[in-house]
Antibody, heavy 121, light 107 residues
Framework: QVQLQESGPGLVKPSETLSLTCSVSGGSISNSKWSWIRQSPGKGLEWIGYIYYIGDTNYNPSLESRVTISIDRSKNQFSLKLRSVTAADTAVYYC???????????????WGRGTLVTVSS | DIPMTQSPSTLSASVGDTVTITCRASQSISSWLAWYQQKPGKAPKLLIYDASTLQSGVPSRFSGSGSGTEFTLTISSLQPDDFATYYCQHYNSYPWTFGQGTKVEIK
């Protein structure tokens, strides 16, 4: 059973960088594609971007200029960095997995529990 | 972007009812649609993918249909555990987007 767990600061100051890590257990991070998704009262659920261990990434154009997703195979973790944050980036951030069955699928079958990040001075 | 529009936003129903939630895409997404259930304080849970395929372990009272631009999620014989918010998500093209949610509440 794959399990995902987000970790990182719950409070980030405006203009700084939000940094979160997703730890994957119950399976190798090299076997799947992985995404970050966020949820805020104002914008609902928003896909941020995904990564595959070979370096394949794709980001939501609305965030692309500020986002970097990276992967650490040795730790079975992947990470999110969101630069120049504002109050609008306050949200619950989730990491999630994309399944593979004959081909990649781009829905999300396993999710972390989510972590609330508040942007405030 | 392909905006996804769900209706209704809120639905009041009783245990045992059959309820239907609609999700519309602004352009054709073939059958690249998933449905999720979310309860307060929890992550979304995958119910259906490829518009009509039931995720393993999900009760058969959940069903999905549709293709192109219009999709439905039907819950037959609503159970107490089913009161939650439901979201659709397309994965036809980047960026993948979600509907705004439909809250199923107790009448």
């Amino acid at each position: 059973q794959v399990q995902l767990q987000e970790s990182g600061p719950g409070l980030v100051k405006p203009s700084e960088t939000l940094s979160l890590t997703c730890s994957v257990s119950g399976g190798s991070i090299s076997n799947s594609k992985w995404s970050w998704i966020r949820q805020s009262p104002g914008k609902g659920l928003e896909w941020i971007g995904y990564i595959y261990y070979i370096g394949d990434t794709n980001y939501n154009p609305s965030l692309e200029s500020r986002v970097t997703i990276s992967i650490d195979r040795s730790k079975n973790q992947f990470s999110l960095k969101l630069r120049s944050v504002t109050a609008a980036d306050t949200a619950v951030y989730y990491c999630a997995r994309h399944p593979y069955s004959n081909d990649w699928s781009y829905y999300f079958d396993y999710w972390g529990r989510g972590t609330l990040v508040t942007v405030s001075s | 972007d392909i905006p996804m529009t769900q209706s209704p936003s809120t639905l009041s129903a009783s245990v045992g009812d059959t309820v239907t939630i609609t999700c519309r895409a602004s352009q054709s997404i073939s059958s690249w649609l998933a449905w999720y259930q979310q309860k307060p304080g929890k992550a979304p849970k995958l119910l259906i993918y490829d518009a009509s395929t039931l995720q393993s372990g999900v009760p058969s009272r959940f069903s999905g249909s549709g293709s192109g631009t219009e999709f439905t999620l039907t819950i037959s014989s609503l159970q107490p555990d089913d009161f939650a918010t439901y979201y659709c998500q397309h994965y036809n093209s980047y960026p993948w987007t979600f509907g705004q949610g439909t809250k199923v509440e107790i009448k």
